[in-house]
């Protein structure tokens, strides 16, 4: 029993998600939690070219998520707040 738990583990964190795309930037994923639902990635200096593109993914991949970013100026970015910010703007 313990070890088919530990296989499926490994499955889970063997994942390709390592980067998400926020417009034309490019997060580092640093922790994924598919128990929690959530993403903390940081900003990075890469461009699509630079990446698989088998690693990237859109940040709208992720409605269920809880996204946090961290961009260049270390201020953390909750995507959540952002869209709600975004769409009361409007």
Known sequence: ???????????????????????????????????YFTVNARQTDKTIDDVPANEVFDITDFPEFLVTLHNWQGKVIDFVEYVKNRKSES
């Open 1 to 35: 029993m313990k070890k088919k738990y530990l296989r499926r583990i490994s499955n889970i964190n063997d994942t390709r998600i390592r980067y998400i795309k926020v417009l034309d930037k490019l997060y580092e994923v640093d922790n994924i939690s598919f128990y």
